[in-house]
């Protein structure tokens, strides 16, 4: 019953009702005490319009009370008594009770009292003449017909007021149902397609409501659920593929070495290629490492010249090896919003892969933009192509010219971005008629 209860619904029907209850509650209330007012008020003007039908018959002769001439007795009904004084001139049949309580109105003030015993009003009017009282004229009239008119009142009132709460809840219930029922439903199949069927959508078209507004939401969550989840698909494909690939040629150097007794050259070659491999691997997995605490963890604050230096000395045996003059310009006093070695392991793809493309001269520069720190690399080989400006950063793909340089896992430039875009900074390639040309952007400190 709880977890009913928890319900929106649930929850919202009883808000309904509440809502409706305490409203007609209200209105019954307020309808009856408004009768009740009205019914005395009525009854009161009544008593006065009788007295005063009735004073008008009275004359006053030498200090007393004569009825007028073709007066016929007391007007309307029988509850009319007259006092000369104290002295009863008219009076109707009633019960004891009263009687009493008309001789008691025969002196005193114009008011109006309640019988409770006879259920009767009585109303009071003194008879001035020459500035005193010489009488009274006291009429009296039963409430019985006003009761009864309150209780049947307030039984229908009653009767209405349930009857419009079981509408009000059957059409609460209705339209509940018909406004949440496409919420759950596609609420269950938004949650059956993330698992199963990424391709579904809701297609509703344009939102013009909340619920197509929903709609569009959902599809906007599922096309990004949908496409991270290929991301992430792909890449792990991809990157198991090609971690394979350095694996395998540790396993064969090293099944081969061991086949037979080889001289000490033989030797030292294998492992060199098993430790070229094996360092392959490490930088991969280090890589990937970093971008899960660069998501996790808090980020630090690093010089960004020391950063890029420390790059530049991890690639000097290429720089040596391929005869390259590598220069560094750039302030001094800049500084990235993330640890140094981040910042090295997003540096140093790009930068090792312009030292492998570039001809004769390779630089580097480091400049604040728009609130970041942008570190371009600029190289004087093959450069790259406008279709290949953005698909040279997936995983395993290769620019025209990584194509014809010898072997690679094609997975330094993916890491390098993904490494970027998780501390909110990025790696871009742009042509360049003079070579290649990279800018990584990192956060500023």
Known sequence: MSDRLRGVRTRLLLAVLAAVTVALAAA???????????????????LRQRAAAERAQIAVVHGSLRLAEGADGPIGDSHIWIFDGTHVLEQP??????????GALAVGPSRYVTVKPTDERLYALPVMAAGRRVGTIVAGLSLSPYEQTERSALLASLVFAATLLLVSWGAAVWLLRAALEPVAEMTTLAGAWSENDLDRRFARGEPYDELSRLAFTLD?????????????????????????????????????ALRRPREPEEYRRALAVILANA??????????????????GPRGVADASAAAQAVVESVGELTAERHLDLTVDGAESLRVGIDRDLAERILHPVLDNACRYGRHEVRLSIARENGSVAFTIVDDGPGITDDEVDSIFEPAVRGTAGRDNG???????????????????????????????????????
């Not at 009633?94 to 309580?101: K, L, Y």
């Not at 659920?225 to 394979?244: D, K, P, T, V, Y």
């Not at 896992?409 to 971005?417: F, I, K, S, T, V």
């Open 220 to 256: 906007r969550l599922l096309d990004r659920i949908a496409a991270s989840l290929r991301h992430e698909r792909r890449f792990s494909a991809e990157l198991s593929h090609e971690l394979r690939t350095p694996l395998a040629r540790v396993a064969a150097e090293a099944e081969l």
């Open 28 to 46: 019954t209330v307020g309808f009856n005490l408004l009768l009740v007012r009205s019914s005395a008020d009525d009854a009161d003007s009544l």
């Open 407 to 445: 072997p690679s896992a094609g997975l330094g430039l993916a890491l390098a971005r993904r490494l970027a875009r998780t501390v909110s900074g990025d790696v871009e390639a742009e042509t360049s008629p003079d070579g290649g040309r990279f800018v990584v952007r990192l956060p500023s400190a």
């Open 93 to 102: 049949r009633s019960r004891a009770e009263t009687t009493a309580a008309a």
């Open 279 to 296: 360092d392959q691997i490490a930088r991969i997995v280090d890589t990937l490492l970093a971008a899960a605490r660069a998501e996790a």
